[in-house]
């Protein structure tokens, strides 16, 4: 079983089964979607056959009858600024390549994120609304985590990993069908708490849009089938008011196989507690 933390506001996505899929600018980590990209191999292979060039050009004029030493001389600080303006001129280029490429991934695809681990104490208090909020628990091997995507592969439930540094990728291998996910499931290792699992999305016309952030970005919602649901966590804080919303919802959707769970606050130890909720007549 997979999660995801909400706060108790997005009862409609319960309510709906509609959940949002997240451009990667609008994630609250400001390092997303910047991958160190590295054009090493594409730039020094440039480099060398332009160096290449250039000495041919200045060997054929040097070689001629009558040439001057001061001739010589200019001919070869010639050939030296405009190896540098070449390479000026690549980095420059190199850099509106990446730079229109992150734009259009952030433009085009979505990330739903999810976890491993129902029981975060932080994930509870930052994503669950301080323990006011609810958690969904999902059929990992649900149809809806594994559709044919926009890379004509199936989309699979993707594990972030966590490091210290940035792994380069070579701006040759953006074309590699497994670029999103290496560029969009890497992650610091401060955030290794949250045990994240993504899943992408494209944006195609039957994306729903229902308005804009308070960033500014578009809030595109996918309905997903409500068997995907089996369980629901309702936190050790919450109002009465969202467990019989919560109650509600399931009973008009039919959906009484999903298992009802209240968290409750360990007595002994620094952790939550879940225990089958008691329906009262």
Known sequence: ???????????DVLENLKIRFTQPNALNDPFECKPLISAKN??????????????????????????KESEKFEAEQIVRNEQLKMKARFEKSYSEITKNFFELMNETIGVL?????????????HYGDEH?????????????FHLPSF?????????????????????????????????????SVEWEYEKELR????????VIEIG??????????????KQM???????????????????????????????????????RHYCLDFTPHIFHT
Request: aromatic residues 14%.
């Open 1 to 11: 079983m997979i999660y995801k933390y909400f706060h108790p506001d997005r009862i």
């Open 42 to 67: 594409v730039s020094n292979s440039l480099l060398q056959r332009a160096e290449i060039k250039f000495t041919q050009m200045f060997d054929e004029f040097i070689s001629q009858e009558g040439i």
């Open 113 to 125: 994120s999810l976890t491993k681990d129902q029981k975060n104490l932080l994930m509870w208090a």
């Open 132 to 144: 006011r909020g609810f958690v969904l628990g999902f059929d990992e091997n649900n149809i809806f």
């Open 151 to 187: 890379i004509e592969e199936y989309t699979e439930i993707h594990e972030i990993v966590y490091t210290r540094e940035k792994k380069a990728i070579e701006i040759n291998d953006i074309h590699q069908t497994d670029i999103y996910s290496r560029m969009l499931c890497t992650k």
């Open 199 to 206: 899943v992408f999305r494209l944006f195609d016309d039957e």
């Open 212 to 225: 804009t952030d308070f960033g500014g970005y578009p809030i595109f919602l996918f309905d997903f089938p």
């Open 229 to 267: 649901i089996i369980e629901v966590i309702i936190g050790a804080r919450a109002d009465e008011s969202l467990v019989k919303s919560i109650i509600n919802i399931l009973d008009q959707h039919s959906m009484n196989w999903v298992k009802i769970l209240r968290a409750h606050v360990s007595d």
